[in-house]
């Protein structure tokens, strides 16, 4: 999706060593500009996300050092954010920032609450000017339904 930072992202972490890996508590801040998905118009979207993640250190067998990327022959899980550098576990904080990042996206980013789209048929924004399109009635067979009002 196509998405420009307009205002700088911030990231504060906190890594807490924990047996067998790291708890890494955060928050994410800043501003985007994503494509409504309405009209396809700029909506801004203000992110802020709170996380919290458990990184495990993936097992190193004795004598074997522990490889780092992804391939085939890496001793640890694709998703995982831990690689070893000269024997040594190191954490990938920019791949966690990134992660986190993607997850605060909003799914549905509106340009406003009131985003009227654009016209089905000949696809002019109605935001800015109604279109004189003929609207489609529907199927005809169900019109005996269109008045229909239900009592509660």
Known sequence: MECRISKPLRARLTILPADGGWLVRGTLTGEVVLPCNRCAEDAVAELTAAFEEFEELP???????????????????????????????????????????????????????????LCPQCGA??????????????????????GLRLQG
């Not at 831990?82 to 954490?91: D, G, K, S, V």
């Not at 800015?128 to 489609?136: E, G, K, N, Q, Y």
């Open 125 to 146: 924004n109605l935001n800015v000017a109604p279109c004189s399109c003929s609207r489609d009635e529907g199927d005809p067979r169900l019109a005996v339904l269109r």
């Open 59 to 117: 097992e190193q067998e004795e004598g074997i050092p522990v490889s780092g990327g992804a391939g085939p022959d890496a001793a640890q899980p694709p998703e995982s954010h831990i690689f070893y550098e000269h024997n040594a576990p190191m954490l990938d904080l920019a791949g966690i920032c990134w992660e986190e990042f993607v997850l605060a996206l909003p799914i549905n980013p509106l340009c406003g609450p009131d985003c009227k789209g």
